[in-house]
């Protein structure tokens, strides 16, 4: 009996070259994932994610779906998945999802927290989740940009892939940005995100509250709709994908 199956992963995706299945590497998390259970399930099995990480991005909240002919339960399919996974991949969660049910297409909004390391003591820790910014941070201009990016628009500026011939248009519900002891929190939600869309957004801000642009250069990055007026990308280590809704 063919069913569909909803999957709930974290993972470390430190020495991942990103989500998607590539022909040149079985090094992402997809290959990973699909090798896994195909092997488990004696069939081919695909999957299809919530969204596709970058390369080094790490995941809280990774929904996966994919259809199996199989007897087992969910129970039993989740324990032995358990089992052959790596260290840096979980499964958090496995159960039958409804016949439509499609990881990418059901999802409304997604969630990702970029961790800034903002202080001039060493977090020897926690360095490889968190990008290190010591400089001084104005937080209220950080905010007043972040406000402009807010609701729809075309943020071709906020994207690496100058190929895409998809629409850039996105809308983002909210910008939160926290401190909390010597780390800086920014969520970003969303209902979808452009290549590198939020890693480009953070280096922005980040240039605002260090005082290399100003806030209102925000505004002028997104009608430009020119990579080259947005600010760098920030690097991988520090993105998280944090919430998945439906």
Request: with cysteine; proline share 3%; glycine share 8%.
């Amino acid at each position: 009996m063919m069913r569909n199956f909803k999957l709930t992963l974290c993972y470390d995706g430190g020495r991942y070259r990103g989500w998607q299945r590539q022909g040149n590497t079985e090094n992402t998390i997809q290959a990973k994932m699909e090798a896994i259970l195909s092997r488990l399930l004696g069939q081919e099995i695909e999957l299809a994610a919530s969204g596709r990480t970058d390369a080094g991005v790490h995941a809280r909240c990774q929904v996966c779906s994919f259809r199996a002919e199989t007897e087992e339960s969910a129970d039993f399919l989740l324990g032995e998945l358990r089992r052959y996974l790596p260290e840096d991949i979980g499964a958090l969660a496995l159960e039958e999802a409804p016949e439509r049910f499609h990881a990418r297409l059901s999802c409304r909004e997604k969630t990702y927290l970029y961790r800034v390391w903002n202080s001039a003591q060493p977090n020897v820790f926690e360095r490889k989740y968190l990008h290190v910014f010591p400089e001084a941070l104005d937080l209220d201009a950080m905010h007043e940009a972040a406000a402009l990016l807010l609701g729809e628009h075309d943020f071709s500026a906020f994207c690496t892939n100058p190929r895409m011939k998809k629409s850039a248009v996105r809308r983002l519900t909210e910008i939160r940005i926290e401190r909390a002891g010597g780390e800086l929190r920014l969520f970003y939600t969303g209902g979808g995100f452009l290549y590198n869309m939020v890693r480009i957004m953070t280096g922005t801000l980040l240039e605002v509250g260090a005082g290399r642009r100003s806030a209102e250069s925000v505004r002028a990055a997104l009608e430009s709709r020119d990579r080259a007026q947005a600010g760098p990308t920030a690097p991988a280590q520090g993105l998280i994908l944090w919430d998945v809704r439906y």
